[in-house]
């Protein structure tokens, strides 16, 4: 084991983030910031550029209402956070596959006919999947792009805590979403930051991987 670092300078970034779980209150992320943050975070990767990941942003103390219930123990982020980002993923991503590369074309990106045998092989493709491959392929989009969402808001000064421990199903119904359609996937606080990140331990590179 050996405490967290990366061996590059460059990979700066990867170091400044850690999870922080309280913040200060008197600061308030715009809804313009938060915007830019998520816009920038969904520079992130996503199996057939399909972005599943849809956002619910809690920044009103009406909206921190509506979620604190299903916080469990991260009360205190929920206290002092600016804002909870709530990530899930959309069961129905396919349907957005003409849009997508439609906008491609738009933009000049690629040329009609190769959005035409794309979405061609895009919707043969996903037809044959079952839902347990679709909901995984989800989650991983969706993991890409909170991992992203957490480096952009370091960007912008501000500090974040991923958070898994929520009462998914609970906060689905009370957003009156179809939980078969949405996969509540992370919660992720932000703020800005009233405590110093930790340092933490992780396996040394040896330790996970095999060489062949
Ligand atoms: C999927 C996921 C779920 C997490 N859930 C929680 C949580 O519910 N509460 C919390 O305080 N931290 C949570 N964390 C933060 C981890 O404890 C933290 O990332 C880990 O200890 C490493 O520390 P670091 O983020 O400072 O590098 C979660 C992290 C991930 C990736």
Request: hydrophobic share 40%; glycine share 6%.
């Amino acid at each position: 084991m050996q405490l967290k670092k990366v061996n590059n300078d460059e990979n700066g970034l990867f170091t400044a983030r850690t999870s922080v779980r309280k913040y200060d209150k008197s600061v308030k992320i715009s809804r313009k910031e938060i915007a830019d943050i998520l816009q920038d975070a969904m520079t992130a990767p996503s199996s057939l550029n399909l972005q599943p990941w849809r956002f619910w942003v809690f920044d009103t103390p009406e909206g921190k209402e509506l979620i604190k219930p299903f916080m469990m123990f991260n009360m205190q982020q929920w206290e002092t956070s600016s804002a909870i980002i709530a990530i899930y993923g959309d069961m129905e991503n396919f349907s957005y596959a003409d849009d997508i590369y439609g906008a491609a074309v738009e933009h000049k990106l690629v040329p009609e006919e190769y959005k035409v045998k794309m979405l061609e092989m895009i919707h043969s493709y996903g037809a044959q999947y079952t839902e347990e491959r679709l909901r995984n392929s989800i989650l991983l989009d969706c993991g890409f792009v909170g991992m992203q969402m957490m480096l952009a808001a370091k960007g912008y000064g501000y500090d974040t805590n991923p958070i898994g421990g929520f009462m998914r199903k609970e906060l689905t119904e009370a957003l009156g979403l179809d939980a078969k359609r949405y996969i509540p996937v992370l919660l992720l606080s932000i703020g800005k930051a009233d405590e110093k990140g930790k340092d933490s331990i992780r396996f040394s590179a040896d330790e996970v991987t095999q060489w062949r």
